[in-house]
């Protein structure tokens, strides 16, 4: 004997099993989710779903976890990366840190609460765009960080195939630092 159709919300409570179609009507009265709607978020891991009897269920607390884990959240990222966005107009699912530079786009791979790797990535990003100058000036106006870059650009002999380069590399990180604390600067 089948039992009646669910004429009343007033026995329906958060935990409540509900058929999909049933937990749609409920959750969205506009009917922008359907049944299949639902189907697809479970698919996709986003709604915890039961299966008895070979008939699917939820309840209106898992329609609820869902949404919150489908509300997107609206952030300005701030990072880098030597890659240009392939295509910028097109969204993913998840956030992540992009470096913005004049014009261009660029991906930093690092997900939006890698904040610390994006940074270091959007350091790096800077690092490898500034070009010390190279014309006559007064030497005590040279940055020790500009002699070291072009010493490190004209003397590549010293750490490219070399058994002792990151031993070189690791000396001029360390007077690099040395020459840009406040200790040197006039």
């Given amino acids: 004997m089948r039992k009646p159709a669910l004429t009343s919300l007033e026995n329906v409570g958060p935990d409540t099993p509900l058929r999909l179609s049933v937990a749609a009507a409920i959750a969205f009265p506009d009917q922008g989710i359907s049944e299949n709607s639902l189907r697809r978020e479970a698919k996709r891991g986003r709604l ?3 299966i008895i009897a070979g008939k699917t269920f939820t309840t209106l ?7 919150g884990r489908c509300r997107v959240e609206v952030r300005v990222p701030v990072s880098t990366s030597d890659q240009p966005a392939t295509e910028p107009e097109k969204l993913t699912h998840q956030a992540t840190w992009v470096v913005r530079d004049g014009t261009g786009y660029y991906a930093t791979g690092c997900s939006e609460r890698k904040v610390a790797a994006a940074e270091q ?3 790096d ?3 490898k765009k500034y070009a010390p100058t190279r ?3 007064d030497l005590e106006k040279i940055p020790v960080a500009d002699v070291l870059s072009i010493f490190i650009d004209d003397r590549p002999d010293l750490y490219v195939e ?3 380069a990151q031993k070189y590399l690791n000396r001029i990180g360390r007077l690099k630092s040395f020459g840009e604390s406040s200790c040197c600067r006039r």
Avoid: F, G, P
């Fill in 48 to 50: 915890t779903i039961e």
């Fill in 61 to 67: 607390n898992e329609i609820e976890r869902m949404r």
């Fill in 121 to 123: 990535v959007l350091k």
């Fill in 125 to 127: 990003y800077i690092a």
């Fill in 135 to 137: 014309k006559e000036q």
């Fill in 162 to 164: 070399n058994s002792d």
